[in-house]
């Protein structure tokens, strides 16, 4: 990953200068997400037949209700920042952030049909009372999660704990969190930029809340689920795997799905610190 060196609002990278905040850097995030958009379509998804234990395995996995409803939360959630957003580019990749993730929850429906997966019955949520926050926090979830689900993905590839047909239909979804994350933190960061005084310190508020809210909302899970997950998670599909060396895997993952985008946006940064950090305290 390229490191950024800052001084105000200006960072360096790969050599090149640009104004976080700037014309040119709104320009560059959202043509990013505008530009690599992939046309898939969900319907027209060829699901391959599945060995009886290969079927077992997916619809064994306990999480397809949280799945959905977290696609169906964050589609909602981005829309409405859509619809409250006066900048016309802004608008436009927002609104496709939050289309892409409407499709990832077609795709799991269509899976979930497919394959017989029983799932309950969901409530839609409410529209959210503040666009701005609803969709920093969405942004800051989906960063956390992804990070790990890079590595999760790799291993499932891996591992053969699904086939290499189901594995490539779900391809794409993974890259697209990819883009929304390097979309989302470029996006905070020139949000914060344009404003001044309580504005920013509003935005700075934000950040550190959403950030709280979400670590926090993991770390009941984790323990909720088992203290040591990343091992269980190993060994659910087929692997006796030590944290350092899932976290690793995850910060390489991360790494890899970034490195086609332009080099001058900022890359998420939180995550891949702490598991740095992580790495050099745990055991090898």
């Not at 209700?65 to 920042?81: F, I, K, N, P």
């Not at 979930?112 to 009372?129: K, N, Q, S, W």
Request: net charge neutral.
């Amino acid at each position: 990953m390229t490191e950024a060196t800052a001084r105000d609002d200006d960072i360096t990278l790969s050599g090149e200068a640009i104004r976080i905040g700037s014309e040119a850097h709104k320009r560059l995030f959202c043509r990013m997400l505008l530009d690599t958009y992939d046309p898939y379509r969900p319907a027209v998804i060829a699901w391959p037949a599945l060995a009886p234990d290969a079927l077992a395995r997916l619809t064994g996995l306990p999480f397809w209700d949280v799945a959905l409803a977290t696609e169906e939360s964050a589609g909602r959630r981005m829309q409405a920042l859509a619809d409250a957003t006066d900048d016309p580019l802004i608008r436009e990749a927002v609104a496709l952030n939050a289309f892409e993730e409407r499709r990832h929850k077609e795709v799991l429906g269509h899976m979930i049909r497919f394959y017989g997966i029983p799932v309950e019955d969901e409530t839609p949520p409410p529209p959210p009372g503040d666009p701005q926050w609803a969709f920093m926090r969405t942004g800051y979830g989906e960063c956390f999660d992804s990070f790990f689900a890079f590595g999760l993905f790799a291993l499932a590839r891996q591992s053969g704990f699904f086939p290499a047909p189901l594995v490539e239909v779900f391809e794409p979804i993974i890259q697209e969190e990819a883009r929304h994350n390097l979309f989302f933190v470029n996006w905070v960061a020139y949000m914060r930029a344009k404003e001044h005084g309580l504005a920013r310190w509003r935005i700075d508020a934000q950040r550190l809340k959403a950030l709280a809210v979400q670590a926090w909302d993991r770390l009941a899970a984790a323990k909720r689920a088992d203290k040591n997950f990343t091992r269980t998670g190993g060994e659910a599909i087929g692997l006796d795997l030590k944290p350092r060396d899932f976290l690793t895997l995850c910060i390489a993952e991360n790494e890899r799905r970034l490195a086609p985008y332009d080099a001058r946006l900022l890359r998420p940064r939180i995550m891949p610190g702490a598991a740095r950090i992580l790495c050099r305290m745990l055991p090898g």
